[in-house]
C-alpha cells in the first residue's frame, strides 16, 4: 500500500506526463490506446493496472531518425497465462 506522500508524488508524476502528451499531440503527434486514436479522457487508463497483472505499455514510433511520429499504448499482461507453477 502507498504512503500518501507516495501517492502525491506518484500522482505528480502522472500529470507531468500527461502534460508532455498534451505538448505532443499539440504539434501532430498521434496517440493510440488499444489501437485507436485517444481522446484526453481517454489517456488516464494507461496508468492503471488490472488485478490480472495487465497495464499499459508505450511503443514510440519514428518516422525517421531522431523524429517521433506516433505514441501507441497497448494492454499487456505481465504475468503471462495463468498457471499454478511458482515464478523464479
Not at 25 to 38: M, P, S, T, Y
Not at 46 to 69: K, N, Q, R, T
Amino acid at each position: 500500500m502507498m504512503t500518501k506522500s507516495e501517492y502525491a508524488d506518484s500522482k505528480k508524476r502522472q500529470q507531468a506526463f500527461m502534460k508532455a502528451l498534451r505538448q505532443y499531440q499539440e504539434k501532430g503527434g498521434r496517440i493510440l490506446v488499444d489501437g485507436e486514436e485517444a481522446e484526453e479522457s481517454d489517456w488516464e487508463r494507461i496508468f492503471e493496472m488490472g488485478e490480472d497483472g495487465g497495464c499499459y505499455m508505450g511503443d514510440y514510433i519514428g518516422a525517421s531518425p531522431g523524429c517521433l511520429d506516433e505514441i501507441h499504448f497497448n494492454k499487456v499482461n505481465l504475468w503471462g497465462p495463468s498457471t499454478n507453477k511458482k515464478r523464479k
